[in-house]
């Protein structure tokens, strides 16, 4: 790297605010410690997560704090017999407990990165990470198995992208609520059976479609009460993923339904300092791209944006007050 690089351009939140506050900071270069890349950013995904934390805040943050998970970008340096080499390009999911990945060039764990192949554009493979490693994790959790049915509350997302595309690989039936224009969308992806979130008969359309015994699993991806009316959708003993918490259980419903809760959380293998689970968040990346390069799986549309102050607020303002069908990804180096 030249000297004229040893500084670089970052993109920080001073404080938790749903305005999003950004500018842009000069900061040292970081220097890899052993096992560590030194990662040119190339591309950056903005994701729900990004524009919740920042609003709200994160115990976790110091500030001033850098946003941005995923990302994508150019290997700069590795110790020698470190894989993957110089050159290589690689996909992450960062630490959500450290500074993101809204800058130039970065630090990353060498096995918790994925490599990315010539044939997977690397605006692409940004898009994967959170939300692709996120549907792979609650399926898993909800140990999903061929003829088992599968609700998803929300298909409007990119966790749902990915889950619905993954349950019908692994023999589902496929169940999303979601709004009225996004039905064709939903089945084009695999969805069996798309219900209006916002139509007053939805518990019998439900009964018509499933019956009165209840879904196998349940994919809870808003959490709050809507984790309490999923359960009363639930069949007997189902298994029920969460991945925003949920609320106390009234007891009745406890025990009529005993549920088998999962939660899933992403960046809790960076939370807990757990290197078995940063080391197969690098397993599931390579799953997503391996799966995006064959066929198997369809990649999130997306928008490319130029990294300035103004393109990330507005990215971050629609994913925090509405839905997207755009993955905002941000393009980092010139």
């Not at 008969?201 to 994919?219: S, T, V």
């Not at 997503?288 to 102050?309: C, H, K, N, R, Y």
């Given at each position: 790297m030249a000297e004229s690089a040893q500084q670089m351009t970052t993109m920080v939140i001073n404080e938790p605010s749903p305005q999003f506050a950004l500018c842009v900071n000069k900061q040292s270069v970081p220097v890899a410690d052993d096992n560590e890349l030194l990662v040119a950013i190339e591309y950056v995904a903005l994701n729900h997560i990004d524009a919740k934390l920042a609003a709200e805040g994160f115990c976790h943050w110091q500030y001033p704090h850098v946003l941005g998970l995923d990302a994508v970008g150019t290997v700069l340096n590795a110790p020698a017999g470190v894989f993957p080499a110089k050159g290589a390009r690689v996909m992450f999911n960062a630490s959500l407990g450290s500074q993101g990945m809204l800058k130039e060039y970065a630090t990353v764990p060498n096995y918790a990165v994925s490599e990315v192949p010539a044939e997977v554009p690397s605006e692409v493979a940004a898009t994967l990470p959170n939300a692709g490693m996120t549907a792979l994790a609650a399926l898993d959790k909800l140990q999903l198995e061929e003829g088992d049915s599968l609700l998803i509350d929300s298909g409007c997302?990119?966790?749902?992208?990915?889950?619905?595309?993954?349950?019908?690989?692994?023999?589902?039936?496929?169940?999303?609520?979601?709004?009225?224009?996004?039905?064709?969308?939903?089945?084009?992806?695999?969805?069996?059976?798309?219900?209006?979130?916002?139509?007053?008969?939805?518990?019998?359309?439900?009964?018509?479609?499933?019956?009165?015994?209840?879904?196998?699993?349940?994919?809870?991806?808003?959490?709050?009460?809507?984790?309490?009316?999923d359960l009363e959708h639930l069949r007997f003993c189902g298994r029920i993923a969460c991945l925003n918490g949920f609320p106390s259980i009234p007891q009745e419903l406890l025990f009529r339904r005993a549920p088998n809760i999962s939660v899933v959380s992403l960046g809790g293998a960076w939370l807990a300092n757990s290197l078995c689970?940063?080391?197969?968040?690098?397993?599931?990346?390579?799953?997503?791209?391996?799966?995006?390069?064959?066929?198997?799986?369809?990649?999130?549309?997306?928008?490319?944006?130029?990294?300035?102050?103004?393109?990330?607020?507005?990215?971050?303002?629609?994913?925090?007050?509405?839905?997207?069908?755009?993955?905002?990804?941000v393009k980092i180096q010139p």
């Open positions: 997302g990119a966790v749902a992208h990915f889950a619905i595309q993954y349950a019908k690989l692994r023999g589902a039936m496929v169940f999303v609520y979601s709004e009225a224009g996004e039905h064709e969308r939903l089945k084009a992806l695999g969805a069996d059976v798309v219900f209006d979130a916002n139509c007053e008969g939805l518990e019998c359309n439900i009964k018509h479609e499933l019956g009165p015994g209840g879904f196998d699993a349940i994919l809870n991806t808003c959490g709050g009460d809507s984790f309490l009316c689970a940063q080391q197969k968040l690098s397993f599931m990346g390579q799953q997503l791209i391996g799966d995006v390069q064959s066929g198997a799986i369809i990649a999130p549309d997306l928008e490319v944006i130029p990294f300035t102050e103004a393109a990330v607020r507005d990215a971050l303002t629609t994913l925090y007050n509405h839905s997207a069908r755009l993955r905002p990804v």
